[in-house]
């Protein structure tokens, strides 16, 4: 008889009936329930990206060696990281799902309010799952595996220098591999005196040593790259390599355009930027229109969401939005802590924006 791990049911599909009010919206459907780039991709990506696509060969599994160079070079120079060793993937959700599996964890510990993906990996596996924001939480039981997420998603939540290096001593002392998904690193919008965002692999916070440390980053977002599915792993070479020769048996290689493609978006800084003002001024309008019709926006200080509550049921404000004819992402997707908060993201064309901002606004 066939085995299958018992998964949640898919998000969403609860969003159907929301979503079906939204669009009967004489002006349409702003969609802001998910994290899908809408921008164009750089050009130079694109050219690159055309360029290799007459390579007729398998791919390496390891990537080439130029972009292995272009990921350690870009991670030293965009986040000032201690890298020693890296690998490509076929996007992070893909890497993320499989992880706890390759790496034989049986006890996973992901946030209270967690990338739905988090919970879905240990289930794979196979592995007892607890939601814990806290060493505390976690008590004398040894996980396997600890997933931390900064800057958060859903809620744009920065983990400070202080916390971060308190998860790195105690998981290293312990044996315990952490795996810090950091897909949103470069989305940071903190004000003077807020904690900047930093990855574990930040000499800052790991003193240099990257042993049972791996950091997870993804081109999709802040290179409008997410149909390329291209991301990367780094940290701990012995964790690396395993994971490399696990993933050369299962034929998990990054497609070697798209290889080619990854270089182009990690050599340019410029382009990087760009869309990151281009967030931050869509940012910018949002938070003004829900900040003027009620809402209070909680944390937020990185990444693509905002993080907003009325202090009521998730599933009410949601409706309450769909109503207006803009689909946003209930909190209760993300743990039970978000039961009264929903995540509004900020992946929408500046004209559909502004017309989100047009409708909050007509209720004033």
Not at 238 to 247: E, G, N, S, T
Request: hydrophobic letters at 40%.
């Amino acid at each position: 008889m066939m085995r299958t791990p018992s998964l949640p049911d898919f998000p969403w599909d609860s969003l159907t009936d929301a979503k079906k009010i939204a669009e009967s919206h004489a002006d349409g459907i702003i969609n802001l329930s998910v994290g899908t780039p809408v921008d164009p991709v750089a050009p130079g990506i694109q050219l690159a990206l055309a360029e290799s696509g007459s390579a007729p060969g398998y791919p390496q599994t390891a990537g080439t060696a130029q972009l292995r160079d272009s990921i350690s070079s870009a991670l030293r120079r965009r986040y000032h990281m201690h890298v020693e060793a890296v690998l490509p993937v076929v996007g992070t959700k893909e890497a993320i799902a499989w992880l706890p599996t390759l790496l034989g964890a049986k006890f996973v510990v992901i946030p209270e309010l967690a990338y739905p993906t988090y919970e879905v990996s240990a289930r794979l596996a196979g592995a007892n799952v607890l939601r814990a924001d806290s060493l505390t939480q976690i008590g004398p039981a040894r996980p396997d595996l600890l997933f931390i997420n900064s800057p958060s998603n859903p809620t744009g939540k920065v983990l400070g220098i202080e916390h971060l290096r308190k998860v790195v001593g105690w998981a290293q002392s312990r044996g315990v591999i952490v795996a810090s998904d950091e897909c949103y690193l470069g989305l940071g919008w903190q004000s003077a005196g807020e904690d900047e965002p930093l990855s574990i692999l930040d000499p800052r916070v790991c003193d240099g040593d990257t042993t049972n440390l791996i950091a997870i980053h993804s081109l999709s977002k802040t290179s409008n790259l997410a149909s390329y599915r291209a991301g990367y792993l780094a940290g701990d070479p012995k964790i690396i390599d395993a994971l490399l020769q696990a993933r050369k048996h299962a034929g998990l290689m990054v497609p070697g355009p798209i290889q080619a493609a990854m270089v182009a978006a990690l050599d340019d800084d410029a382009h990087e930027l760009a869309q990151k003002q281009i967030y931050g001024e869509r940012r910018a309008k949002l938070l003004g229109a829900l900040s003027d019709a009620g809402f209070r926006i909680d944390n937020s200080e990185a990444g693509l969401y905002l993080w907003a509550s009325r202090d009521e049921p998730c599933r009410d404000t949601v409706n309450w939005f769909a109503e207006r004819g803009i689909l946003v992402a209930p909190g209760d997707f993300y743990g039970p802590k978000g039961k009264n908060h929903v995540r509004i993201s900020l992946t929408e064309t500046d004209e559909r924006i502004a017309a989100a901002v047009s409708r909050l606004c007509s209720d004033k």
